[in-house]
């Protein structure tokens, strides 16, 4: 081999390698080059007016009212059971055989 057909071989090689750079190029490959997070939207969304906001606050309110008013008739409604309260005096606690004697 000859320097000057060993100099062809590498001008047909980088003859065809530019071609297939230059076909990738133009079909967009260099959209996947982009790494990370994609850029964060902006929001769209309509700031709600005073109106609409005393709107879900007087919904939200009733919501609670109701949720409040249903606990307070199922209390109700359930048999109310008190403890007895235990009460000891000291004459009991004397008597109970726990206290000391000298």
């Known amino acids: 081999m000859t320097l000057d057909?060993?100099?062809?071989?590498?001008?047909?090689e980088i003859s065809k390698l530019q071609e297939v750079r230059a076909l990738l190029s133009q079909t967009g490959a260099t959209?996947?080059?982009?790494?990370?997070?994609?850029?964060?939207?902006?929001?769209?969304?309509?700031?709600?007016?005073?109106?609409?906001?005393?709107?879900?606050?007087?919904a939200q309110k009733k919501r609670w009212s109701a949720q409040k008013?249903?606990?307070k008739k199922a209390a109700e409604q359930a048999p109310a059971k008190k403890a007895a309260k235990k009460t000891t005096t000291k004459s009991a606690k004397a008597s109970d055989g726990n206290s000391v004697s000298s």
Do not use: M, N, Y
């Open 5 to 12: 057909s060993i100099l062809a071989q590498l001008d047909s």
């Open 31 to 58: 959209a996947a080059k982009k790494v990370g997070r994609p850029a964060k939207k902006a929001s769209t969304r309509k700031p709600l007016s005073a109106e609409a906001r005393k709107r879900i606050a007087d």
């Open 69 to 71: 008013k249903a606990i």
